[in-house]
C-alpha cells in the first residue's frame, strides 16, 4: 500500500525558516522522483522542487529558488524541503508526490507564514 506521510508544517514569522519531510512506503523509493507540491486557497497546486531519484538534479519553481532546498534521504525513504527567509505568500498545504504526481496523495502539511 502506497504512503505519503508528510510533516514539519507549522506557523512561522516572515523570514523564518521550516523543513518539511516526507515519509514514503510502499513504493520503490530509490528509483522515484520525488517533488514537493503546495496548495494555497483559492489557488490551483504548484510544483514547489523536484528531485531525481539519485539526487543528481533538482529544480525549483521560481519563487522559492534561493530559498528553499530539496533533498532525500535514499535510506529512510524519506524527502525534505528546508525553507529559508519564508513570505507570506508561501502559506499554503504542502504535499509530496512523485516526479508525475502520480502516488495517492497524503494529508499534506499546512505552513502558514504570519506575523
Known amino acids: 500500500q502506497v504512503q505519503l506521510v508528510e510533516s514539519g508544517g507549522g506557523l512561522v514569522q516572515p523570514g523564518g525558516s521550516l523543513r518539511l519531510s516526507c515519509a514514503a512506503s510502499g513504493i520503490s523509493f530509490t528509483s522515484t522522483g520525488m517533488g514537493w507540491y503546495r496548495e494555497a486557497p483559492g489557488k490551483q497546486r504548484e510544483t514547489v522542487a523536484r528531485?531525481?531519484?539519485?539526487?543528481?538534479?533538482?529544480t525549483y519553481a521560481d519563487s522559492v529558488k534561493g530559498r528553499f532546498t530539496i533533498s532525500r534521504d535514499n535510506a529512510k525513504n524519506t524527502v525534505h524541503l528546508q525553507m529559508n527567509s519564508l513570505k507570506p505568500e508561501d502559506t499554503a498545504v504542502y504535499y509530496c508526490?512523485?516526479?508525475?504526481?502520480?502516488?495517492?496523495w497524503g494529508q499534506g502539511t499546512q505552513v502558514t507564514v504570519s506575523s
Open positions: 528531485i531525481t531519484s539519485a539526487s543528481s538534479f533538482t
Open positions: 508526490n512523485s516526479y508525475r504526481q502520480t502516488l495517492p
